[in-house]
């Protein structure tokens, strides 16, 4: 591995990611219902705990930040990074479609990309009603569909044949779920579905910079891997899949080359339910 390079997948998800998808996004999810001081906010989903900190500098040392994720390697993460002057934050390792939490617990509930990946939306959906108090908030963040993200849809055309060839079981609907729940109104009935009177949607756009166009795929890969872990369990063969993936791809992401980095739009339902 070269100097300087993420130990992990999780470290290159956290690395990569971070910075250019989800800490921008957190911005604009923490802006459709800031936390107040005092409050207590479940952060689901959490990943490296992007917006759980951002919600814990928000609600202040009397408030109360819970971030729960099911995998562990992004926790250990969250747990190695600072927590905002005064703020508390508690990580959970945890099913978000089964949680162990009591009812009526929270003010707020965040959950930033996520509900997408629960192999039960309905329960995931119902868990963040049953965990808030009446009066309280989920602010739910999903990517809207393919048609709006080519580049993705090209690489997921790309990776398909070549992790098939590698005897990865994965389909390309698996490869593409991070923009499965696109459907604005399929997320609105999913959510008062579960109980929730008020949903209120809107579209937030951020604009992705990610540095080091020559080696985009092979970092997004990586980066990937931390969600699907067995992308990467055989380091040789997962450096020919990256090969294989960027030669495969190099027109459709010098499209979008920007002097040195590669700029992509990113669209996301947010909505924010009472």
């Known amino acids: 591995m070269p100097a300087n390079e993420p130990a992990t997948p999780a470290h290159a998800y956290h690395e990569y990611f971070g910075p250019a998808i989800f800490d ?4 604009e999810v923490i802006e459709r219902a800031r936390p107040r001081a005092g409050d207590r906010v479940l952060d689901l989903a959490c990943g490296t705990g992007i917006v759980a900190r951002r919600a814990a500098a928000l609600a202040g ?7 729960v994720d099911v995998n562990p390697a992004m926790l250990q993460i969250a747990h190695s990074l600072p927590v905002p002057e005064g703020a508390r934050i508690e990580y959970r390792e945890g099913d ?3 949680l162990d939490l009591p009812d009526d617990r929270f003010d707020l509930v965040y959950c930033q990309q996520g509900l997408q ?21 989920a ?3 999903t990517w809207k569909g393919l048609d709006r993200h080519p580049l993705y849809g090209a690489l997921a055309d790309a990776e398909e044949p070549h992790l098939s060839a590698l005897g990865v079981a994965i389909t390309r609907d698996e490869l593409v779920v991070p923009f499965s729940l696109g459907d604005p109104e399929q ?20 604009e992705a910079r990610f540095p080091s166009p020559d080696r985009f795929v092979e ?10 872990p067995r992308f990467a369990q055989d380091p040789s063969a997962f450096r020919a899949y990256v090969a294989d993936v960027t030669d495969d791809t ?8 920007r002097g040195d980095h590669v700029v992509v739009p990113m669209h996301a339902n947010i909505a924010v339910a009472s």
């Open 61 to 67: 040392p009397v408030g109360e930040v819970v971030g």
């Open 139 to 141: 602010v739910v963040a």
């Open 24 to 27: 921008p996004l957190a911005t």
């Open 96 to 98: 978000g479609t089964a």
């Open 187 to 206: 997320l609105k009935r999913l959510l008062a579905d579960a109980g929730f009177a008020d949903v209120d949607m809107a579209e937030r756009s951020v």
């Open 117 to 137: 990946f629960f192999p039960d939306r309905a329960s995931g959906a119902r868990e963040m009603r049953r965990v808030l108090v009446d009066g309280g908030r």
């Open 219 to 228: 970092r997004l890969e990586l980066a990937y891997a931390a969600v699907v």
């Open 250 to 257: 190099r027109d459709v992401v010098e499209r979008y080359r």
